[in-house]
């Protein structure tokens, strides 16, 4: 069974500290890739990062870096001096490739972790 | 480049209601899904669209219906609405074919009364 796991369901930091929020993932799938979204209170989720099975590379995009552990199925997204602005519930995804002609793809979400960055 | 549109924004039924969500995918996208997503929860995947099929399901019961047109758009009905039919629907577009992200709608919030 494929799951995603987010233990921390709301997180509170001042602003300018360093967050890092978890993402636990379960898969029997070799080839399959991992999402971070976030969702800001207007509903629209907004695509963050994609990283495929067989990229552990770390990987830093101005503030954000994501830590991909497939030892341990963690798929950790960091927030370097948080902001005011980065106050959103953001969700990791797993999708798996579906063995098929039409090779179409289903996302599997966690349930969220609420960021409140205060000022 | 227009993104991904859904109508309406908020949706009031009572029980036993149907409805009809309508989505139109980002420019360029031939896959559409729907997503379900209750309140405090992580979205749920309802169905997937693709060459005007369904190619995927979720758990969901058969109350839960999809079309797509030849110009990718898509609609989601539910049928015979339950209070727990509350939720966030949002429909997400994406290009066949490869683990291209798929890119979301702001969701039409539907409201059980």
Known sequence: AQKVTQAQTEISVVEKEDVTLDCVYETRDTTYYLFWYKQPPSGELVFLIRRNSFDEQNEISGRYSWNFQKSTSSFNFTITASQVVDSAVYFCALSEARVGASGTYKYIFGTGTRLKVLA | DAGVTQSPTHLIKTRGQQVTLRCSPKSGHDTVSWYQQALGQG????????????????????????????????????????????ALYLCASSHRGGNQPQHFGDGTRLSIL
């Open chain 2, 43 to 86: 979205p749920q995947f309802i169905f997937q669209y693709y060459e005007e099929e369904e190619r995927q399901r979720g758990n969901f019961p058969d109350r839960f219906s999809g079309h797509q047109f030849p110009n990718y758009s898509s609609e989601l009905n539910v049928n015979a609405l339950l209070l727990g039919d509350s």
